[in-house]
């Protein structure tokens, strides 16, 4: 037998039978048990707080040591203001104490949003804006009166600006585009805009009210045709001049440009 096995056999059995060795191996058992069990049921329930728990009621949560965070508030016309309509963590789960417990909170008040303004826009683009805003499009119909771009939306009711609450219902009108017929035009100058646009109207013809502005006068520019948003603004002005000659004819649904004093 190689000398460095029978070396290597006598140290083994040497440490076998020390007395030493085997009482330091079982210190050191006892010592890693008391270590685990100092960790794991001492330590870790005192951080974690395993065991403790309370359950999440539906209301009152100050009262469970819990901390109730309002998430969310929102309009249910089924309940009072106030209530609790949703919670998170649900109720009759079990949580630690101090766990926050979110809350979706009545307000009582119908939200409401302003009608976008969509004359002049294509019937599907003025569709998809009102749903976005959370309308519904109620009924959409030809317009009775033509007007030169056809499919656009030439009016709405309740008008741009007005404030409805989620879910009102939007009419619209579209254009037929110009009609075959003929119409002619009446003289307005004079006239305040609105009465001028009554009057066209009653011949199936439309106003488009033109008013320069103070640096368009002063550089001599052409004046630029005047927003429909502002259009109350000008109802009374007076009409200096129009786009088409008194007693001419031009189809129905044609624009008649109205040139008012800045």
Not at 97 to 122: E, F, H, I, K, W
Not at 135 to 162: H, L, M, N
């Amino acid at each position: 037998m190689p000398s460095f096995l029978r070396r290597t056999g006598r140290y083994l059995w040497t440490l076998l039978t020390n007395l030493y060795f085997w009482g330091g191996l079982v210190l050191l058992a006892l010592l890693a048990f008391g270590a685990y069990f100092l960790f794991d049921d001492v330590i870790m329930p005192e951080y974690t707080r395993y065991g403790v728990s309370v359950t999440v009621p539906e209301v009152r949560l100050e009262e469970r040591d819990l901390r109730p965070q309002t998430l969310e508030e929102t309009f249910n016309p089924d309940v009072e203001r106030g209530a609790v309509i949703e919670q998170s963590p649900r109720g009759g789960r079990s949580v630690k104490p101090g766990r926050r417990v979110y809350l979706t909170v009545n307000t009582g008040d119908q939200p409401v949003v302003a009608v976008p303004r969509v004359v002049n826009a294509s019937r599907r683009e003025a569709k998809n804006r009102l749903r976005s805003l959370g309308f519904t499009v109620g009924q959409v119909r030809e317009d009775t009166i033509p007007s030169p771009y056809e499919g656009t939306v030439t009016r709405q009711k309740p008008a741009a600006g007005d404030s409805l609450p989620r879910g009102a219902s939007v009419s619209l009108w579209y254009s037929p585009g110009l009609a075959e017929q003929t119409a002619t035009v009446p003289d307005v100058t004079g006239m305040t805009v609105e009465k001028a646009r009554q009057k066209l109207l009653s011949r199936k013809l439309r106003a488009v009210v033109v008013r320069p502005s103070e640096s368009d006068a002063d550089s001599g520019a052409q004046p630029s045709l005047e927003d429909d948003r502002k259009q109350a603004d000008v109802s009374q002005m007076t009409v200096a001049r129009q786009s088409r000659k008194p007693d001419s004819r031009v189809r129905q649904g044609f624009e008649v440009r109205l040139f008012v004093e800045p």
